[in-house]
C-alpha cells in the first residue's frame, strides 16, 4: 500500500475508532460495544501449541472454524457475554474486574477497494489487556490482533476479529473479559 | 496440624473433612507420593495417537509424560525425562517421531522407549554403560478401554476395569457413540490453563455437586443451549428420570439420570434441525442397542483420583493435574462421534466452547469459586475448621436401582465415600482396602 496522506488520514481515522472501541470496554459500556459488532461477526482466538521448527505455518494455531480453540463465536455468542456479565450474578465477573485495553502497533494492512474509499479495512495490531480482579489477582494478556472493519455511515463495524494471545497454557483461570 | 492421624482429618462418619487437605504442602506431597503413584490415571485418547510415531505429551499427576504409538503400532506411556541428567526430552505438546532426541546431550530413544544413540559411546563409555538397562522410564502399567488410555505407576494395580467397577456404565455412556455403538469417539482439541485452586474442589464438583447450582443463574438466566431459549443452559433431555447421585467403593463417583422402562426422545437442538435430526436417530438406535443400559443418561462423574467427565452436554474428559496445594493445571479433552456429520460437529464444539474451560460461560463461575474457597481456607484461623460433609447422611441405597451406594437427592455421600477410599491411599493400604472390596458386602451377598 503507498503510504500517501491518503493512507496516514485513513490510519488516524481506524486508530481513533480502535480506542474509542477500547474506551467503551474499559468504561464497562457493553451495550454500546456490542453496536459495534457487525451482525457477521467472527470473534476468534486460537490455542497455541508448542510445535516442531518448520510445522509453526501448519500446526501452530488451532484454527478458525474447526476443533477446539479458546474463541470461535458468532455475534449471538459474544452478545450472551455481554448479557452475562449485565445479569450482575455472573460471579467469575461480579464484582466487575478492572480492565485496560492497550492498542499499539497499528497498521493498516488491507484497504478495499481503495483508500480513498475504503469499505473494508483490515487493521492489524497488538493488544495488551490488563485484568485486575477483586483484591490480588492480576492476569496480562498479550497479543497480535487482526480486525477487519467495514465502513458503517461515518464509523466502523468490527466484522472479524482474530486474536493470537502469546500463551500456550492459559495462565490465567478465565477469559471472562472481552477482548 | 498435619501431623493428625489422617482419620481425624477425615471424619467421614461426621462428615467433617478439615481444611488442611486442600491447602497444606505436607498433604500434597503425601498426595503425590501415595495416591498419583498407584491410582490409575487418564493419559490421553488413540485418537490423538493414531498413527505409528504419533506422539502426545501429557501429564501424570505433577509429571509430564510421553504418551506415543511405537514403529510397532504398540502404544507407550513414558516419563518425560532423559534417564542420563533429566531433560525434558520432549517439549512439543503433540506430532510424529521416530526418535526422540534430548536436547542436552544428544542421547536418543526409540519410540519403544529404548535408548538408542549415545554420543561418542565408544570412545566414553565402553564396557560401562550398558544401554538396554538405560530405556525411558516406562508405567508398568497401561490399559486402553474404548480408546481412552489409562496407565499406573504402581505395577501391583489391579485391572482397569475392575477398578473402575460399576461407574464403568457411567463412563461408558460418556465414551460410546450417541447411537450405543460402543466406544467410537474422538478428541478434537484440548485446553489447558492454570486454576488457582486445590485440584480436589475440580474432582469434586464432578462427583456430583448438583448443589452448586445457583452459582450458574446467570448462564440459565441468558440461556446459551444448543437450543437458544432462555432459562437454560442445556436442553432438558432428561424429563421424567429419576436424578441418582452415586459413590462407587473404589472412590468414583457420578450424578447420572436413570431413566424409566420406557422413555421418549425429547427434542433438543431447536436451532439445528440436521442436528436434532441426528440426535433423534441416535437416541433410538442406542436404545435398541443397549436396551436396560441405555436407561443410565449421564451427567457428570469423577473417576478417582482426577479424571473428571461430562456426560452429553458438553461432552468431554477433564483431568486435574496437582501443581501445588493451591495451584491446579486443568486440562479438557473434547469428544465427539468420530464418524459424526461435520454439521454436527460444528455445533457441538461450539457449544463445548461456551459452555466449558476458561472462556466457558458455565465454567468460569465453578473457577471463581474453586480459586476462592482454596484462598479463604489457607489462613491459620480458618485452618482450624473443617468443612462441612453432612448433607443427606445415610440416606442411599445399596445397588438400587443400580450398583453402587445410590442416593436420590443430592448428597455429600459421593464425596464422603471419595475422601474414605482417599485415606485408605494416604495410608498406604494394599489393592483390597483402595478397591473398597469391604464397602459392597450386600452385593456380594446378592451375588
Ligand atoms: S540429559 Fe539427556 S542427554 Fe544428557
Ligand atoms: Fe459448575
Redesign the pocket.
Known amino acids: 500500500m503507498k503510504k500517501d496522506l491518503a493512507y496516514y488520514e485513513l490510519k488516524q481515522e481506524i486508530e481513533e475508532f480502535l480506542y474509542q472501541e477500547a474506551d467503551l470496554l474499559d468504561a464497562r459500556d457493553f451495550k454500546n460495544w456490542l453496536d459495534l459488532l457487525a451482525e457477521d461477526l467472527v470473534y476468534f482466538m486460537p490455542i497455541r501449541r508448542n510445535v516442531k521448527f518448520g510445522e509453526h505455518g501448519e500446526r501452530e494455531n488451532t484454527r478458525q472454524g474447526e476443533g477446539i480453540s479458546w474463541f470461535d463465536e458468532d455475534k449471538w455468542t459474544v452478545t450472551k457475554r455481554v448479557e452475562q456479565i449485565l445479569t450482575g450474578v455472573h460471579y467469575a465477573e461480579e464484582p466487575l474486574s478492572r480492565v485496560a485495553h492497550l492498542v499499539t502497533n497499528v497498521r493498516l494492512v488491507d484497504v478495499r477497494p481503495s483508500v480513498e474509499a475504503p469499505i473494508e479495512v483490515t487493521v492489524s495490531s497488538r493488544f495488551l489487556v490488563h485484568q485486575n480482579r477483586v483484591e490480588y489477582e492480576n492476569h496480562t494478556f498479550i497479543g497480535r490482533r487482526t480486525d477487519t472493519l467495514r465502513r458503517n455511515g461515518d464509523s466502523w463495524l468490527i466484522a472479524r476479529r482474530e486474536l493470537i494471545l502469546e500463551q500456550n497454557v492459559l495462565l490465567a483461570k478465565n477469559l471472562s473479559i472481552l477482548f | 496440624m498435619t501431623s493428625l492421624p489422617i482419620d481425624q482429618m477425615i471424619d467421614t462418619e461426621n462428615g467433617l473433612i478439615s481444611r488442611e487437605i486442600f491447602v497444606s504442602p505436607e498433604f500434597h506431597k503425601q498426595e503425590l507420593e501415595k495416591l498419583f503413584t498407584r491410582a490409575w490415571l487418564f493419559v490421553g485418547h488413540e485418537s490423538q495417537i493414531a498413527k505409528p510415531g504419533d506422539f502426545f505429551v501429557s501429564r501424570m499427576g505433577d509429571a509430564s509424560v510421553i504418551l506415543c504409538r511405537d514403529a510397532q503400532s504398540k502404544v507407550h506411556v513414558f516419563l518425560n525425562s ?1 534417564r ?4 525434558k526430552i520432549c517439549r512439543y505438546e503433540q506430532g510424529n517421531t521416530s526418535l526422540f532426541v ?1 536436547p ?4 536418543s530413544y526409540t519410540t519403544d522407549g529404548k535408548l538408542q544413540g549415545v554420543p561418542m559411546f565408544r570412545a566414553l563409555y565402553d564396557g560401562t554403560l550398558d544401554r538396554s538397562q538405560w530405556p525411558l522410564i516406562e508405567v508398568p502399567k497401561l490399559q486402553i478401554y474404548k480408546s481412552t488410555v489409562w496407565a499406573s505407576w504402581d505395577p501391583e494395580a489391579p485391572d482397569l476395569l475392575a477398578y473402575l467397577g460399576d461407574a464403568a456404565d457411567h463412563l461408558d455412556q460418556v465414551l460410546d457413540c450417541r447411537d450405543g455403538r460402543p466406544g467410537g469417539s474422538e478428541v478434537i482439541g484440548v485446553q489447558k490453563w492454570i486454576l488457582p485452586s486445590n485440584w480436589k474442589f475440580a474432582a469434586e464438583n464432578f462427583l456430583g455437586d448438583t448443589y452448586h447450582n445457583p452459582s450458574h443463574r446467570s448462564v440459565d438466566m441468558i440461556g446459551i443451549g444448543p437450543s437458544g431459549q432462555k432459562g437454560h443452559r442445556r436442553d432438558n433431555e432428561y424429563a421424567k428420570g429419576q436424578h441418582v447421585w452415586i459413590g462407587f467403593p473404589a472412590g468414583h463417583g457420578v450424578h447420572s439420570v436413570h431413566m424409566p422402562e420406557q422413555f421418549d426422545y425429547q427434542p433438543g437442538y431447536a436451532q439445528y434441525p440436521e442436528v436434532e435430526e441426528y440426535f433423534r436417530h441416535a437416541f433410538h438406535e442406542r436404545q435398541r442397542r443397549q436396551g436396560a443400559k441405555a436407561r443410565i443418561m449421564p451427567f457428570t462423574g469423577n473417576l478417582f483420583p482426577n479424571t473428571s467427565y461430562h456426560g452429553r452436554q458438553p461432552r468431554g474428559l477433564c483431568v486435574w493435574h496437582p501443581h501445588s496445594p493451591t495451584e491446579t493445571e486443568a486440562w479438557r479433552f473434547f469428544l465427539v462421534d468420530a464418524d459424526a456429520p461435520a454439521v454436527v460437529k460444528d455445533v457441538l464444539r461450539r457449544f463445548y466452547m461456551r459452555y466449558s474451560g476458561p472462556a466457558g460461560m458455565t465454567e468460569q463461575d465453578d473457577m471463581e469459586n474453586w480459586l476462592y474457597a482454596t484462598e479463604s481456607s489457607k489462613g491459620t484461623i480458618a485452618r482450624r475448621y473443617p468443612f462441612n460433609y453432612q448433607m443427606s447422611m445415610g440416606a442411599y441405597k445399596v445397588d438400587d436401582p443400580v450398583p453402587g451406594f445410590v442416593s436420590t437427592q443430592i448428597t455429600d455421600q459421593t464425596p464422603r465415600n471419595y475422601y474414605r477410599v482417599y485415606a485408605r491411599y494416604m495410608k498406604g493400604e494394599a489393592w483390597d482396602s483402595l478397591l473398597g472390596r469391604d464397602l459392597a458386602p450386600l452385593r456380594q451377598a446378592a451375588e
Open positions: 532423559c542420563h541428567r533429566g531433560m534430548c542436552y546431550h544428544s542421547w
